[in-house]
Nanobody, 120 residues
Framework: QVQIVESGGGLVQPGGSLRLSCAASGFTFSSYVMSWYRQAPGKERELVAE????????NFVDSVKGRFTISRDNARNTVYLQMNSLKPEDTAVYYCNARRSVWPQMYSYWGQGTQVTVSS
Protein backbone atom coordinates (compact mmCIF):
# COMPACT_ATOMS: atom_id res chain seq x y z
CA GLN A 1 0.00 0.00 0.00
CA VAL A 2 1.44 3.33 -1.10
CA GLN A 3 1.75 5.96 1.61
CA ILE A 4 3.13 9.46 1.39
CA VAL A 5 3.06 11.50 4.57
CA GLU A 6 4.16 15.12 4.82
CA SER A 7 5.12 16.77 8.10
CA GLY A 8 6.84 19.87 9.39
CA GLY A 9 4.37 22.56 8.42
CA GLY A 10 3.19 25.25 10.77
CA LEU A 11 3.03 28.95 11.50
CA VAL A 12 6.23 30.96 11.08
CA GLN A 13 7.06 34.64 10.99
CA PRO A 14 8.34 36.30 7.82
CA GLY A 15 12.05 35.67 7.49
CA GLY A 16 11.82 32.42 9.41
CA SER A 17 12.56 28.86 8.37
CA LEU A 18 10.77 25.54 8.21
CA ARG A 19 11.84 22.08 7.15
CA LEU A 20 9.23 19.88 5.55
CA SER A 21 9.61 16.11 5.45
CA CYS A 22 7.90 13.58 3.22
CA ALA A 23 8.05 9.95 4.26
CA ALA A 24 7.16 7.38 1.61
CA SER A 25 6.42 3.68 1.64
CA GLY A 26 4.85 1.00 -0.51
CA PHE A 27 6.91 1.63 -3.64
CA THR A 28 10.55 1.71 -4.73
CA PHE A 29 11.35 5.21 -3.52
CA SER A 30 14.78 5.41 -5.15
CA SER A 31 13.22 4.92 -8.60
CA TYR A 32 10.93 7.93 -8.33
CA VAL A 33 11.48 11.61 -9.00
CA MET A 34 10.28 13.44 -5.91
CA SER A 35 8.67 16.86 -5.95
CA TRP A 36 7.10 19.42 -3.69
CA TYR A 37 4.07 21.34 -4.89
CA ARG A 38 2.04 24.00 -3.16
CA GLN A 39 -1.43 25.42 -3.48
CA ALA A 40 -2.49 28.72 -2.02
CA PRO A 41 -6.17 29.62 -1.52
CA GLY A 42 -7.78 30.49 -4.82
CA LYS A 43 -4.71 29.53 -6.84
CA GLU A 44 -3.67 26.55 -8.88
CA ARG A 45 -1.25 24.00 -7.54
CA GLU A 46 2.30 24.83 -8.61
CA LEU A 47 5.54 22.92 -8.69
CA VAL A 48 7.95 24.31 -6.10
CA ALA A 49 10.93 21.97 -6.31
CA GLU A 50 11.89 18.56 -7.62
CA UNK A 51 14.82 16.21 -7.24
CA UNK A 52 16.04 13.37 -9.42
CA UNK A 53 16.17 9.76 -8.28
CA UNK A 54 19.79 9.95 -7.12
CA UNK A 55 19.57 13.48 -5.80
CA UNK A 56 22.06 14.68 -8.36
CA UNK A 57 19.70 17.12 -10.01
CA UNK A 58 17.25 19.66 -8.65
CA ASN A 59 14.88 22.23 -10.07
CA PHE A 60 13.06 25.13 -8.42
CA VAL A 61 10.39 27.60 -9.32
CA ASP A 62 11.93 31.06 -9.73
CA SER A 63 10.14 32.51 -6.72
CA VAL A 64 11.97 30.20 -4.27
CA LYS A 65 15.41 30.01 -5.85
CA GLY A 66 18.11 30.86 -3.34
CA ARG A 67 15.73 30.37 -0.41
CA PHE A 68 14.57 26.74 -0.64
CA THR A 69 16.58 23.56 -0.98
CA ILE A 70 15.38 20.03 -1.67
CA SER A 71 17.16 16.87 -0.65
CA ARG A 72 16.42 13.17 -0.32
CA ASP A 73 17.60 10.21 1.70
CA ASN A 74 16.93 7.06 -0.26
CA ALA A 75 17.93 4.90 2.70
CA ARG A 76 15.14 6.47 4.75
CA ASN A 77 12.63 6.85 1.86
CA THR A 78 12.32 10.51 2.74
CA VAL A 79 12.52 13.79 0.87
CA TYR A 80 12.99 17.17 2.53
CA LEU A 81 12.24 20.78 1.68
CA GLN A 82 14.28 23.31 3.63
CA MET A 83 12.59 26.69 3.43
CA ASN A 84 14.49 29.78 4.53
CA SER A 85 13.71 33.49 4.40
CA LEU A 86 10.03 32.69 4.25
CA LYS A 87 7.62 35.28 2.89
CA PRO A 88 3.86 35.67 3.36
CA GLU A 89 3.41 34.65 -0.28
CA ASP A 90 4.87 31.24 0.59
CA THR A 91 1.72 30.52 2.57
CA ALA A 92 0.07 27.44 1.08
CA VAL A 93 -0.62 23.77 1.53
CA TYR A 94 2.52 21.91 0.51
CA TYR A 95 2.18 18.54 -1.16
CA CYS A 96 4.71 15.83 -1.80
CA ASN A 97 4.60 13.93 -5.10
CA ALA A 98 6.35 10.83 -6.35
CA ARG A 99 6.41 10.09 -10.05
CA ARG A 100 7.95 7.58 -12.40
CA SER A 101 7.58 7.00 -16.11
CA VAL A 102 7.92 3.50 -17.44
CA TRP A 103 6.60 3.85 -20.96
CA PRO A 104 3.69 3.74 -21.54
CA GLN A 105 2.81 3.89 -17.85
CA MET A 106 3.03 6.98 -15.64
CA TYR A 107 2.98 6.40 -11.89
CA SER A 108 2.18 9.35 -9.64
CA TYR A 109 1.43 9.39 -5.92
CA TRP A 110 0.41 12.29 -3.69
CA GLY A 111 0.40 12.99 0.00
CA GLN A 112 -2.36 14.76 1.89
CA GLY A 113 -0.41 17.99 2.31
CA THR A 114 0.88 20.09 5.18
CA GLN A 115 -0.11 23.68 5.86
CA VAL A 116 2.55 26.38 5.89
CA THR A 117 1.49 29.81 7.10
CA VAL A 118 3.89 32.74 7.04
CA SER A 119 2.52 35.61 9.06
CA SER A 120 3.50 38.07 11.76
Amino acid sequence: QVQIVESGGGLVQPGGSLRLSCAASGFTFSSYVMSWYRQAPGKERELVAEITTTGGGTNFVDSVKGRFTISRDNARNTVYLQMNSLKPEDTAVYYCNARRSVWPQMYSYWGQGTQVTVSS
